[in-house]
């Protein structure tokens, strides 16, 4: 069974610093991960994908991830962050048939 | 071009009450998905639906039941609510070929008194 663990539950940041959201899955197979960012009230946006393919992928926002397969992480960065990126953001995995499998999520506050 | 719709917005029903909440799909898209979103949460899957049939469903009792219409829009049904059913619910779309690329609606607030 595939799982996805995202250590830190909030993650406080001044504004224009870089910041990093981990993520850690586990799965017996090859992966689909993927961010998403849900604002207060609201549903969840896709931020960033990987399929396959090169393991840097870039997303909306300014925000980008690395698969780490030896690793098993797919962490989250931004090299100067917003006002407007305080939100919940969310990893996910998706390996096989297996349904989508989310983390518990981390809440980013920018500090101004 | 419309994304993904939730209806209603928001909701409160009592124990042992039934519920219908309802999704439309991104234009195009023939794949519906439901989640759960307990407070605190992230989401869980409840089940996929795919030509009108449930593809695939997570770990859900009974009470939890869909169904697709043929113009792909969706609803999900809950019944006998239990107070441990508040929580936002979620529907996502998708194309059947690209269906690891899913889209979210705003989602339906469900409180259960």
């Known amino acids: 069974a595939q799982s996805v663990t995202q250590l830190d539950s909030q993650v406080p940041v001044f504004e224009e610093a870089p910041v990093e959201l981990r993520c850690n899955y586990s799965?017996?197979?090859?992966?689909?991960l993927f961010w998403y960012v849900q604002y207060p009230n609201q549903g969840l946006q896709l931020l960033l994908k990987?399929?396959?393919?090169?393991?840097l992928v870039k997303g909306i926002n300014g925000f980008e991830a690395e698969f780490n397969k030896s690793q098993t992480s797919f962490h989250l960065r931004k090299p100067s962050v917003h006002i407007s990126d305080t939100a919940e953001y969310f990893c996910?995995?998706?390996?096989?048939?297996?349904?989508?499998?989310f983390g518990t999520g981390t809440k980013l506050q920018v500090i101004p | 071009d419309a994304g993904v719709t939730q209806s209603p917005t928001h909701l409160i029903k009592t124990r042992g009450q039934q519920v219908t909440l309802r999704c439309s799909p991104k234009?195009?898209?023939?794949?519906v998905s439901w989640y759960q979103q307990a407070l605190g949460q992230g989401p869980q899957f409840i089940f996929q639906?795919?030509?009108?049939?449930?593809?695939q469903r997570g770990n859900f009792p009974d009470r939890f039941s869909g169904h697709q219409f043929p113009n792909y829009s969706s609803e999900l049904n809950v019944n006998a609510l239990l107070l441990g059913d508040s929580a936002l619910y979620l529907c996502a779309s998708s194309l059947a070929s690209v269906q690891e690329t899913q889209y979210f609606g705003p989602g339906t607030r469900l409180l259960v008194l």
């Open positions: 799965s017996s197979v090859s992966v689909y």
């Open positions: 639906y795919y030509e009108e049939e449930e593809r």
């Open positions: 996910a995995v998706s390996a096989g048939d297996e349904k989508v499998t």
């Open positions: 990987y399929l396959s393919g090169s393991t």
């Open positions: 234009s195009g898209h023939d794949t």
